[in-house]
């Protein structure tokens, strides 16, 4: 029985640590993997849902609201100014 809650752990274990939020540029969810320095001036990969693809994201401002954190950031590729509310 304790190998199978092991089992579990690591099978979900990666979600545990990744951040995510919404994207109120393009109206989809995101996701910011473990181990991201999210600073402003710092690149930081994402995951973004909608279109199911990593982007590179160089963080431009962050602002918390209680349990919220908005970070507003530039697709490196596109030059696309985003807006993402993280959890």
Do not use: P, Q
Not at 5 to 20: D, E, G, M, Q, T
Not at 23 to 29: A, I, V
Not at 44 to 71: L, Q, T
């Amino acid at each position: 029985m304790l190998a199978l809650y092991v089992l579990a752990f690591f099978l979900c274990s990666k979600n545990i640590y990744a951040w995510s939020g919404f994207d109120w540029s393009k109206g989809s969810y995101v996701e910011i993997e473990k181990g991201e320095l999210v600073r402003e001036g710092e690149e930081v990969e994402i995951f973004d849902y909608g279109d199911g693809e990593y982007k590179d994201i160089e963080i431009d401002s962050m602002n918390k609201y209680g349990n919220h954190v908005e970070i507003e950031g530039t697709d490196i590729e596109t030059g696309e100014i985003r807006t993402f509310d993280m959890d």
